[in-house]
């Protein structure tokens, strides 16, 4: 179907059969001369980044008044924002790419809506130096899929696990944000692998793009846990609350039909439906027919405070959806299994009195990690604390976050369009006060809370119902076979024997759930004759690392990071070693560019890629994640020269620490200046 918006000049295929790379983003190809303001906005929708319901008051008291108006005209510069605006709801001009499977790749304008609907174009990047025309014949598609909570159910995971082997790399990924990505995947398979996913309960919608993205929350599996078991049952309602309502990702995979089963997630909503339950529980349904009318009540409603856009197809988005992308965590008081500062909207369950009921909701917003080197108008934020909201009213004042950042957030410069720089640039106050006239409700204050503690969730642990849970290690996410280390092998045999649910967690692990006592002599040994090692025998500096995946198929990276991690780890560890600090260990993170995607800025000591073999620096995060960033020491340090660059660091940490104090606090506590002068003072 063609868009009443299309491009004035159409994408063209005649570039040969094996890419069709051209794009109307590129300079030199025009869009139509820039529009109105009315065609900025659907037929029947009011209110939008260029008409925001609630004005930016210029009479502000603070002053701090955001400098970016989202002029249609400056608008209209951003090429991204011009794409989505023509898509027709992301579909144009990737529906018609998409028939013509003789050419292997998609346009530019293509890919960014593809994101949307969960996947990215890559290629080989291994061999774009030395053989180019296999890196021409390179082109593929990564699928990051939907999991909310990080929850995997054990039919779904063999559908992934076949999928993979047949249709991509042969083997999967976990990643920092609690969900699964496929790798490799031909552009002529991808409607194939999108629909049996979909079909099986599961999807990609919403794995990447400018909507909102997977949400996290602890991978601890407790049954008849009250605190726990609202995160997961919020989770799982806040998934569908920002599901975007087009009809665009059934036409494209599924032939416009319907699945062949509902989502996994909405089954957990339904009392009985899969188990979890032995009893009913608060905000349950009894069928799908009365969850689908809760869900559809709660995303629709309009409380007349501009919410509600009157997009007849997004009601909640808009034409031109978010300005980037949008993520949430959901967590209980001192859990900080997710990094709960770094998302976009962060709750933490409060509870009342009684230890079982549920209150409401804590909540933070502004948290986001991506930056760019060398340009100081990007950076890594926490989040703020916004304050308490009452259970009853915690759905439209999410509604009110979305609605405040889709109408306010920066249109103009897409390097600035996260919801941390709209904070950053109000502050929390005016903030607070926008989303209070959004909502109608008034934010309470934030109600105290216990220390954080990043938890990892690995090893054996009591289920709460006689079962257990364990945890695995699994290094830098990739779950694959590699000589006698077989964790691909071993998750789909313990799938099939046992029937295990699996969750993610937010350090790129795997959970498995529901293992009775009687069996778990029969795991240990299945894991251990694959090569899977046990939590006591994995180094504790392995088990607090993560990378992104970057060469060789992320097109944004500087330098190497998940293939290089596993020589860091061991090279840091014979390091601390040597250094008389045998068994310790801090928060190790790795980037091959500055985006940020394994939250290096939270790490204790992180190094982001800056270059080929060439990594910025930097110390001083929390081991706890606790609500600040670190900050860039050094730049441009050689690969080689890592261990040089921190021995002064680490010597100082074990002759000057106070007793029990982390790397992170240690560093912290010295500031730069103090880091500075020890390393300056350094004398082996």
Known sequence: MTSAFAPARVPTFGMGLKSGRCSVLRKGLSMVATPPQADWLAPGQKFGPTNPAHPQEKADPTGRLKPWTNDPEKVAKNDIEVTKRDSNYYLYPLNEEMKNLEVISITDEAVVLLKAHGSYMQQNRDLQRHNKQAYKESFQFMLRLKVPAGKVPAEVYKVIDDLATKYGQNDIRATTRQAFQIHGVRKHNLKTVIAALANAGSSTLGGCGDINRNIMAPPAPFVNNPAYDHVFDVSNVIAELFKPSAPSFAELWLDGQKTQTIEYWKKDLIYGATGKHTKPQP??????????????????????????????????????????????????PGDNSVDIYINDIGLVVILEDDGKTLKGYNVLVGGGMG????????FARVADHLGFVAKEDINEVLKAILAAWRDHGNREVRANARLKYLLHTIGIDNFRNLVEKYSAKKIKPWVPLPPWKLVDWLGWHEQGDGNLFLGINVEQGRVKDDGDFKLKTALR????????????????????????PSDKAAVDKLLKEHGIKPIEEVDSLVRKSMACPSFPLCGLAQAESERRMPDFDRRLRAQLDNLGLKGESFVFRMTGCPNGCARPYMAEVACVGQGPDLYQVWLGGSPNQDGRTGWPWKDKVKQADLE???????????DQRQPGEALGDFIHRKGKAGIDEIAANFRK
């Open 371 to 378: 930056r760019a080197n060398n340009k100081d108008s990007t």
């Open 283 to 332: 905000g349950h349904h009894q069928d799908i027919e009365s969850l689908e009318k809760f869900l559809a009540e709660a995303r629709d409603y309009d409380n007349g405070q501009g919410i509600i856009t009157g997009d007849k197809t997004e009601p909640l988005y808009g034409r031109t959806y978010l300005p980037k992308k949008f993520k949430v965590a959901v967590t209980v």
């Open 644 to 654: 040089a660059t921190l021995e002064p660091v680490f010597t100082a940490w074990r």
């Open 493 to 516: 045999k313990l799938v099939d024997t046992y029937g295990y649910d699996l969750r993610l967690t937010g350090q790129q692990n795997v959970v498995i759930c529901d293992v009775k």
